[in-house]
């Protein structure tokens, strides 16, 4: 057997053990920041891509060329991708939407409209 003086072992009146409340504490604290991490990266994440997409939207509609519609106008509208929001204004206003054609190219077509500045 070995002599207790030189090998002293720990008594349970010795060891203080953490009262339950604050180990649970520290746990639910670093669950709630694992958590509000996950769901900063997903929010980042999404606002990622949303600003790509819409980028992506914004710059087609800019590099096409954009056609003036008139009473003459011969269309071909297959499927509307997008309309642009008429201005605050109680006037006519410019407003452009992207299309593709039946064969499946894109157009950007400019039309007036009357603004949504105007009180009934």
């Known amino acids: 057997m070995s002599n207790p003086q030189f090998f002293p072992h720990p008594t349970p009146s010795t060891i203080a053990p953490k009262p339950p409340a604050i180990a649970l504490r520290g746990f639910l604290n670093e669950a709630v920041n ?9 929010l980042v994440l999404f606002v990622t891509f949303g600003a790509h997409a819409h980028a992506a939207d914004n710059t087609e509609s800019k590099t096409i060329p954009f056609e003036i519609y008139n009473y003459a106008t011969k269309l071909d509208i297959e499927h509307v991708i997008s309309i642009s929001e008429p201005a605050n204004e109680c006037a006519p206003v410019p407003v ?25």
């Open 34 to 42: 694992i958590m509000t991490f996950k769901k900063t990266a997903l």
């Open 96 to 120: 452009r939407m992207t299309y593709e054609d039946s064969y499946g190219e894109r157009h950007v077509l400019q039309y007036q409209v009357m603004g949504t500045g105007c009180s009934s």
